[in-house]
């Protein structure tokens, strides 16, 4: 059974705090992803890696920095965190485009970030 | 750019009601298309996929069409449970390495009995 992991569920942060949220997947997939969930906005992606120290900016980068350091690994760090950073952030990983089925997405069960 | 565009919810039925909930694409290509659901306190799950034209996806009772015609992929389901209370996102693969799938905003459905 795939199975993708985030390190926690519930996170509360102060302001100006340096956050670290990781996620780890088992399926030896070439993909991850970082999303946050916001009402009414859906899914952002923030950065997405497909490859061992490779990443790429999404649609809301801003706030934010990933390292990827092994295949299994992503994370998602923001620097220096604000309120308006508040939100469900869900990992996400797959195989590469044109692999069978094509680009599925596994996503992890979520972390719901506090920023006070 | 492409882009992935639901129809709005909350969209709120009776047990054992029809269910269709809309989504257009606008994308080159050949892309694929998905229709994902998220639980209550759950992360995103795949639901169902198509890979081309005309290819019907299928699970749980759920239904959609890839329609290139008309550039849809709407959801339908014949008669609704309470437990399929959820969010649901139509999404597309533009399917070019190095890209990200595309989601819609979301659509929450909420079943009553």
């Known amino acids: 059974d795939v199975k993708v992991t985030q390190s926690s569920r519930y996170l509360v942060k102060r302001t100006g705090e340096k956050v670290f949220l990781e996620c780890v997947q088992d399926m030896d997939h070439e993909n991850m992803f970082w999303y946050r969930q916001d009402p009414g906005l859906g899914l952002r992606l923030i950065y997405f890696s497909y490859d061992v120290k490779m990443k790429e900016k999404g649609d809301i980068p801003e706030g934010y920095s990933v390292s990827r350091e092994k295949k299994e690994r992503f994370s998602l760090i923001l620097e220096s965190a604000s309120t308006n950073q508040t939100s469900m952030y869900l990992c996400?990983?797959?195989?590469?485009?044109?692999?069978?089925?094509?680009?599925?997405?596994?996503f992890g069960p979520g972390t719901r970030l506090t920023v006070l | 750019g492409n882009s992935v565009t639901q129809m709005e919810g909350p969209v709120t039925l009776s047990e054992e009601a029809f269910l269709t909930i809309n989504c257009t694409y606008t994308?080159?290509?050949?892309?694929?298309l998905f229709w994902y659901v998220q639980y209550p306190g759950e992360g995103l799950q795949l639901l169902l996929k198509a890979t081309k034209a005309d290819d019907k996806g299928s699970n749980k009772g759920f239904e959609a069409t890839y329609r290139k015609e008309t550039t849809s992929f709407h959801l339908e389901k014949g008669s609704v449970q309470v437990s399929d209370s959820a969010v649901y996102f139509c999404?597309?693969?533009?399917?070019?390495?190095?890209?990200?799938?595309?989601f819609g905003k979301g659509t929450t459905l909420s079943v009553s009995s």
């Open positions: 994308a080159t290509g050949y892309p694929s």
């Open positions: 999404a597309l693969s533009e399917n070019q390495a190095g890209t990200a799938l595309i």
């Open positions: 996400a990983s797959s195989l590469p485009p044109l692999a069978v089925p094509p680009d599925t997405q596994y």
